[in-house]
């Protein structure tokens, strides 16, 4: 079975549709500030494709460009005023920064209730609490697809290959409070297959093309394929051998249409939860 992120993702921004709608008409109309540094190619596709789907479901977005060579407090002093601005619910800075930059200290400035990417370290740590949070998108999209696809995660064997904090950390959380045994491999884990093949679920999340192939997966396992490659003859492919993990597999997402198009489906529904916060604490006020 293919696991079809594209489709999936459509329906979601249906629903946040209708959340957007009711949202404005009690005057609160989501708002999604994005900050671009520099001119990398893949980070301004990145950020066109997700102005473009605020747009689809109605939330507002307001994009921040800097050039690569600008100075950190200029960064901060948006980030400031974009805290401070009632009208903005979420804020978003695209990664990666030039290296003039510690990006964790730009995340860090992002106010929590704002962080609707989830990398702020105050949002990472309540998610290992099972507390009141912003879920990271891509880890989220994840676990929107299992399910849809109706796994039953309660004493399975989950094994992420990939240990980021934007998805192997955050992904082991939450398939942990989905009641899964889960297990965290990586690049350099010894005799990775061995470690693969016991997985009822399997993500993987490392940038290398290939990396996981279908000997090295247990028959009947659920795929999750997070890896988006591009070759050198231009076509983008997962971390996952597609061909031979897809006859042994009992459900698998495909690169791309798979995990990607969740994570910006994600990010939106993380700032329509942002605003709808802000409404609640206006009413309580």
Not at 4 to 26: F, I, N, P, Y
Not at 38 to 51: L, T
Not at 102 to 128: M, P, Q, S, Y
Not at 210 to 232: E, Q, W
Request: charged share 20%.
């Amino acid at each position: 079975m293919i696991l079809d992120g594209k489709a999936l993702a459509a329906r979601v921004r249906a629903e946040l549709k209708t959340s957007v709608a009711r949202l404005t008409a009690q005057g609160v109309k989501p708002t999604l500030a994005v900050i671009l540094v520099g001119d990398d190619p893949a980070s301004q596709v990145y950020v066109r494709n997700k102005i473009a789907a605020c747009g689809d479901v109605g939330i507002e977005s307001r994009a921040f460009r800097f050039p690569a060579d600008c100075a950190p407090a200029e960064v901060f002093a948006a980030i400031d005023a974009l805290n401070a601005d009632p009208t903005v619910h979420g804020i978003l800075v695209q990664l990666p920064l030039p290296p003039q930059f510690d990006e964790t200290e730009v995340i860090e400035r992002i106010a929590l209730a704002k962080d609707v990417d989830g990398f702020h370290a105050e949002n990472l740590g309540r998610l290992w609490q099972g507390r009141h949070c912003f879920a990271p998108c891509t880890p989220a999209g994840v676990m929107r697809l299992l399910a849809e696809a109706t796994v039953d995660l309660v004493g399975a064997e989950a094994v992420i290959v990939g240990r980021s904090n934007i998805v192997g950390k955050p992904m082991a959380a939450l398939l942990l409070q989905a009641g899964a045994t889960v297990t965290i491999a990586h690049s350099r884990t010894r005799d990775l297959a061995a470690v693969t093949r016991r997985a009822d679920v399997l993500v993987v999340a490392v940038g290398r093309p290939g990396l996981v192939t279908g000997a090295m997966i247990k028959p009947g396992a659920v795929v999750i394929d997070v890896g988006i490659n591009r070759l050198d003859d231009g076509r983008l492919v997962g971390d996952v051998d597609f061909a031979s993990a897809e006859p042994v597999a009992k459900a698998i997402t495909p690169v791309p249409g798979g995990v990607g198009p969740m994570t910006i489906a994600m990010l939106l529904a993380n700032t329509v939860t942002a605003a709808e916060r802000q409404l609640q604490s206006q009413d309580a006020s």
